[in-house]
């Protein structure tokens, strides 16, 4: 069974720069598993941040990036704002399944 | 304007079956990729199944064999059919829209709770 793993807990100041990762169990995580990224907040359904791998969405601050990093998935967020606080999930896709990570909690303090 | 709705949530018992229903409007479910996340109380999200365009289905080997995903284009709904229930499938049951290949989820109904208790 694919196991996609993500830091379960970031904390943070406010403006720093911090990155978030997502790793598979089946070796380097590439293109091919076109990595996506949401960012949820209590009671709240998900939200899509980036999709394959690098690209935003309209709504997608300027502050968030992806990219692949060391075999990883990875989500940059430069000068975290307050309201950045949130949890955030990766989702791979293998082809005949797709897979979240178990979701990383950003506290910003 | 796109809107999902999900329904069909409720009390059942372990052992149980239960049919969720997601009525979209503003685009139509046979053209899309359309899938089905869930999220149990305090814990991740989990990919349940996606049904493709071209009606091929997929399931998260936790759901496989117990759950079944299916459209019905005239309604434009999406349904999820949920056999042999167990306390561990209790969750919030969210619909989801891919917009093309490589962007996944794009659109997200608000969800609907399933929970599974005797």
């Known amino acids: 069974q694919t196991v996609v793993t993500q830091e379960p807990s970031l904390t943070v100041s406010p403006g720093v720069t911090v990155t978030l990762t997502c790793a598979s169990s089946t070796g380097a995580v590439t293109s091919d598993y076109y990595p996506n990224w949401f960012q949820q907040k209590p009671g709240q359904a998900p939200r899509p941040l980036i999709y394959?791998?690098?690209k935003k969405h309209s709504w997608t601050p300027a502050r968030f990036s992806g990219s692949l990093l060391g075999g990883k998935a990875a989500l940059t967020v430069s000068g975290v704002l307050p309201e950045d606080e949130a949890d955030y999930y990766c989702l791979l896709d293998f082809g005949d399944v797709r897979v979240f990570g178990g979701g990383t909690k950003l506290t910003v303090l | 304007e796109v809107e999902m709705v999900e329904s069909g949530g409720g009390l059942v018992q372990p052992g149980g079956s239960l049919r969720l229903s997601c009525a979209v409007s503003?685009?139509?479910?046979?053209?899309?990729?359309m899938s089905w996340v869930r999220q149990a109380p305090g814990k991740g999200l989990e990919w349940v199944s996606v049904i493709s365009s071209g009606g091929d289905t997929y399931y998260a080997d936790s759901v496989r064999g117990r759950f079944t995903i299916s459209r019905d284009n005239s309604k434009n709904t999406v349904y999820l059919q949920m056999n042999s229930l167990r306390a561990d499938d209790t969750a919030v049951y969210f619909c989801?829209?891919?917009?093309?290949?490589?962007?996944?989820?794009?659109?997200w109904g608000q969800g609907t709770l399933v929970t599974v208790s005797s």
């Open positions: 989801a829209r891919d917009l093309s290949t490589g962007n996944y989820n794009y659109y």
């Open positions: 394959s791998a690098t």
């Open positions: 503003g685009f139509t479910v046979g053209s899309n990729y």
